[in-house]
C-alpha cells in the first residue's frame, strides 16, 4: 500500500514541469524595470489597432500594451507544426527579455480547448488570444500561420515576417531595441 | 445602361425624397413608378460646383475641386450583390459626384470626358485611413495601405438606420445639398430598396414644415411605439422645376430623432435616427427599451422629432414604464414529501441454513429545501421507538437473532429534488445455528425524510 | 501486445495511399515543399480540419481530417529566391470507385464536384 502512495507522489511531481498555461491576466507583464530604454524605431509605419480577449476573457489593448515597451505579436495556430518550431525560437527570447519586451499570441481559426493544450505542451508563458473573426489577422496581413510583428514601444510597426522569423533575426532586433 | 431621372433644381423646392432599386436588376424600359436611382445636378453660374479648389498632387482626399474639378452632377444608386454587382464588396447607397461628357462628346468615345459612366468620383463613407498592413519587405519593413488604396473604398457605401456600420447621411456644405439615407427594405423577390432624400441646406421650401408625436398605448417594458405625424403642408411648386414632374417628391419632411430613458440603469434604443412622412401623413417610430440588473424601478422614455428643413418644428412625447424590475414568478410551498413503493419481503427463511437474504423498494423523494437526509428507524408495537427491539424482524415473542440491515442507495440530498429515488436495500443474514419459529417475521419500520434547512 | 501489433501494421499498409488532392490556390509566399495551410481565405483548409466526400446520393463514403499541407509552387518560372509564390496541396485518402461522380465537403465553401481519373482526382478549392 504504501509503496503505491509513494509512486503517486513522485509521478504529480514529475507533471509539475508541464503546468498549466491559460495565457490569461496573470501571464500579463508587471512593471517595467529601473534603468531599461529603447532606440527609437526605425519605421514610421503606424501598428494598426490590436484588440484581442485572452483565453480568461481579459480584454487587452494592443496600445496599452505597446504604450511602454516593445511587443512581439505572434500569430499562430495549434494546429500548424511551423507554428511549434516558431515558440521554440521565441521561448528563449520571451524569458530572457520579460517584463522588457511584451510576447503575446493571437490565436486564429482555432478554438480554445485546441489552444490551451497547445499552451501547455508547448510552455507558452506569455498571453494568449483568439482572433475569432481574424480580424486582427487581416489588418496584419496575416494570411496563414505563423507570422510574428514587432511593434516598438510608442506603437510604431517595426518589422513584420509572414512566415515566421528566426531566433538569431529576432533577438537582433530586441538587441538594437532593448538597452539595459 | 441605366435611364436616370433626372431631378434638376431640387435646390429651390424644399426637400425630395425618392425610394431607389438596386441598380444591377434594372434594364431598359423601366416599369412606370420604379426608379434606378437620382441624379442631382448643380446649377448656378459656373463653376456649379461650388467646392473650394484642391491639389489633388498633396492631398489624396481631393476630387480636384471647384474649377479644376468640372463635377456637374451627384447621383444616387442601391447597390446590392446581385447580378453584375456581385463583385460589389458590399451593399448600400452609392453616392458618387459626375462630370458631364465634353461638348461634342459621344458615348464611349475614346478618351472623352465620358461623363457619369467612368468618370465619377465616389464618396467615401469612411475616407479614414485604413490602418492595415497591405505587405512586407523580404526584410520585415511593412508596407501599410495607402489612402488610395482600391481596397479604401471596400466600405464607401452608405447604410440606413443606426449601428449601421456606415453613415446613414452625407453633407456638401460647399454645394448647400444633404443627403439623406432613410430607410431600406427587400422585396418580395429579394431586391434590395433605399428610401433616400436630398436636401437644399439654405432653405425649408415653400412648404409649412411641422411635426406631432403621440405615445401608442403599450406596456413598455422592452419597446414604446410612438405616432409621429407630419403636420406640415404642401405648397403649389412649379411641375417644370425638374426635367420630370417631381411634385410628389416634395410633399414630405424628413425628421431627425432623438430617444432617451430617465431611469438609471435603463436605456432607450432607435433603430432608425431618421424617418420621413408625407404631408399629413403618420408613420410609426419604435423605441427599444432595455435596462440593466439592479436598474431603479421606473423609467420614462423621451422621444424627439425635428425636421431637418425647419429646425424649429420640433415635437416630443414620453412613454413611462407601467411596470419596471418586477419580479415573475410564482412560489413554491415548503415540500418534504416521500412515497415508499411496494412492501419488501424476503420470501421463506431456510432454518439451519446459512443464508444472507436480500429484498429492495424503492423510496421516491420530493423536497423544496436546501438539504435533506433520509433515515430509517424500528416503531415498537405501541408507536415508540425502542432501542432494545431495534432492527430484529419479529414473529411474536419471538425475534431474529441477527438486526436487519437496511441501506439506501442515496440517503442524503444537498439541494431540492423532485421525483428522486432511492433504492431500499435490506438485508437480513440468517446463520446455521440461528432458530427460527414458524409464522412471519415482520418489522416497521419508520423512514423519516428530514432537513435542517427548509 | 498482439492488438499493438495489429496497430503498427495497418499504420504502414499500402491501402492507404493518398489519391485525392486538395489545392488551395492562395498564392502565398512560402519555400517549397514547406508544410502549410490553405491561405487566406482559405484558412479553413488546414490540419486537422475535417472533411467528406459524399456520393450522388449524398451518402457519406469517405471521412477523415485533413493533414499538413505543402507548398507547391504556383507558377513555371523560377525567381531564383527561396521564398515564391506558392499554392497549398493537401493529399488525402478516400474510398472512392472510379466512375461515380462524388463531392468533397470541407468546413467552409461550396461543395466540390470529385471524380477519379486513372486512380486519382485532384480538387482546387473555389
Known amino acids: 500500500m504504501r509503496r503505491w502512495l509513494l509512486l503517486g507522489l513522485l509521478v504529480l511531481a514529475g507533471c509539475g514541469a508541464d503546468q498549466a498555461r491559460d495565457g490569461g491576466r496573470d501571464t500579463l507583464p508587471g512593471s517595467l524595470p529601473a534603468g531599461v530604454t529603447f532606440a527609437a524605431p526605425t519605421s514610421t509605419a503606424v501598428a494598426p489597432p490590436l484588440e484581442l480577449s485572452l483565453l480568461d476573457s481579459t480584454p487587452v489593448e494592443g496600445a496599452r500594451l505597446w504604450k ?51 499552451l501547455d505542451a508547448h510552455d507558452v508563458t506569455y498571453p494568449v488570444g483568439i482572433d475569432g473573426g481574424l480580424q486582427t489577422w487581416r489588418r496584419y496581413a496575416v494570411r496563414q500561420p505563423p507570422a510574428v510583428i514587432l511593434v516598438a514601444p510608442g506603437g510604431k510597426l517595426e518589422r513584420g515576417w509572414p512566415g515566421g522569423v528566426s531566433r538569431d533575426v529576432l533577438a537582433g532586433q530586441l538587441e538594437r531595441l532593448v538597452r539595459r | ?66 474649377p479644376a474639378g468640372v463635377w456637374t452632377n451627384y447621383s444616387l444608386e442601391t447597390v446590392q450583390r446581385v447580378g453584375y454587382g456581385s463583385f460589389e464588396p ?180 432607435l433603430r432608425n435616427a431618421l424617418a420621413t412622412a408625407r ?53 413554491v410551498p415548503a415540500t418534504l414529501s416521500l412515497t415508499l413503493g411496494a412492501p419488501a419481503t424476503f420470501g421463506a427463511f431456510q432454518p439451519g441454513v446459512d443464508k444472507e437474504y436480500a429484498a429492495s423498494t424503492v423510496a421516491t423523494v420530493t423536497s423544496t429545501a436546501g438539504d435533506a437526509t433520509l433515515t430509517a428507524s424500528p416503531v415498537s408495537a405501541g408507536g415508540l421507538t425502542t432501542a432494545s427491539l431495534a432492527g430484529h424482524l419479529t414473529n411474536g415473542a419471538f425475534s431474529l437473532p441477527e438486526a436487519l440491515r437496511v441501506e439506501f442507495s442515496k440517503s442524503t440530498w444537498n439541494g431540492p429534488e423532485s421525483n428522486d429515488a432511492s433504492t431500499i436495500t435490506f438485508r437480513q443474514h440468517i446463520g446455521a445455528k440461528d432458530a427460527l419459529r414458524t409464522g412471519a417475521y415482520a418489522k416497521t419500520l419508520t423512514f423519516t425524510l428530514a432537513t435542517t434547512n427548509p | 501486445m498482439i492488438a499493438a501489433a495489429a496497430a503498427l501494421s495497418s499504420c504502414g499498409g499500402g491501402a492507404s495511399a493518398p489519391n485525392v488532392a486538395v489545392v488551395a490556390p492562395d498564392g502565398v509566399l512560402r519555400e517549397l515543399g ?62 472512392l470507385s472510379a466512375g461515380a461522380k462524388y463531392r468533397l465537403v470541407l468546413p467552409e465553401g461550396e461543395p466540390l464536384p470529385l471524380a477519379l481519373k486513372d486512380g486519382k482526382a485532384m480538387v482546387t478549392l473555389g
Open chain 1, 68 to 118: 511602454d515597451r516593445p511587443v512581439v505579436v505572434f500569430f499562430f495556430a495549434s494546429w500548424c507544426s511551423r507554428c511549434a518550431t516558431q515558440q521554440e525560437a521565441l521561448a528563449p527570447l520571451a524569458e530572457k527579455y520579460r517584463d522588457v519586451v511584451t510576447f503575446v499570441g493571437v490565436g486564429g481559426q482555432d478554438k480554445a480547448p485546441a489552444v490551451k493544450s497547445w
Open chain 2, 279 to 331: 404631408f399629413g401623413e403618420s408613420v410609426d417610430v419604435p423605441v427599444y427599451i432595455s435596462h440593466a440588473a439592479g436598474a431603479e424601478p421606473g423609467n420614462t422614455v423621451t422621444l424627439n422629432a425635428t425636421s431637418v428643413s425647419d429646425p424649429s418644428k420640433t415635437a416630443t412625447a414620453t412613454c413611462a414604464s407601467t411596470s419596471a424590475g418586477g419580479t415573475v414568478g410564482g412560489s
Open chain 2, 90 to 269: 458590399d451593399n448600400g447607397v452609392l453616392i458618387a459626384k459626375n462630370k458631364a461628357w465634353a461638348a461634342g462628346a459621344t458615348r464611349g468615345t475614346e478618351g472623352s470626358q465620358c461623363g457619369y459612366n467612368c468618370f465619377t468620383w465616389v464618396e467615401d463613407a469612411h475616407p479614414g485611413d485604413m490602418n492595415a498592413v497591405d505587405y512586407y519587405k523580404p526584410d520585415g519593413t511593412p508596407i501599410m495601405r495607402t489612402v488610395a488604396d482600391y481596397r479604401q473604398l471596400n466600405d464607401a457605401l452608405f447604410h440606413a438606420g443606426t449601428n449601421s456600420g456606415s453613415s446613414a447621411e452625407y453633407v456638401d456644405a460647399a454645394n448647400n445639398l444633404h443627403f439623406y439615407v432613410i430607410d431600406r427594405y427587400t422585396d418580395a423577390r429579394g431586391i434590395l430598396h433605399y428610401k433616400v432624400g436630398v436636401q437644399n441646406t439654405t432653405g425649408a421650401g415653400p412648404q409649412t414644415r411641422g411635426v406631432a408625436l403621440a405615445s401608442q398605448p403599450g406596456d413598455a417594458l422592452s419597446s414604446c411605439a410612438f405616432k409621429l405625424t407630419n403636420t406640415g403642408a404642401a405648397a403649389a411648386t412649379d411641375p417644370a422645376l425638374h426635367p420630370q414632374d417631381e411634385r410628389a417628391s416634395l410633399d414630405n419632411d424628413i425628421y431627425r430623432l432623438s430617444a432617451s430613458a430617465s431611469g438609471a440603469g435603463w436605456s432607450a434604443e
Open chain 3, 34 to 95: 514547406e508544410p502549410c495551410a490553405g491561405g487566406e481565405p482559405f484558412l479553413y483548409a488546414h490540419a486537422t480540419a475535417a472533411w467528406r466526400v459524399e456520393d450522388a446520393a449524398g451518402t457519406v463514403v469517405s471521412s477523415g481530417n485533413l493533414p499538413e499541407g505543402e507548398a507547391i509552387a504556383a507558377f513555371n518560372h523560377d525567381p531564383g529566391v527561396p521564398r515564391v509564390p506558392t499554392f497549398c496541396r493537401f493529399e488525402l485518402h478516400a474510398a
Open chain 2, 1 to 66: 445602361m441605366n435611364k436616370m431621372r433626372r431631378e434638376k433644381a431640387v435646390l429651390r423646392a424644399g426637400e425630395f425624397v425618392s425610394r431607389q432599386r438596386t441598380r444591377a436588376v434594372n434594364a431598359e424600359p423601366l416599369q412606370p413608378g420604379v426608379r434606378a436611382g437620382v441624379q442631382v445636378f448643380l446649377d448656378g453660374s459656373a463653376p456649379v460646383d461650388k467646392a473650394p479648389a484642391c491639389d489633388v498632387n498633396t492631398t489624396p482626399t481631393c476630387d480636384g475641386g471647384g
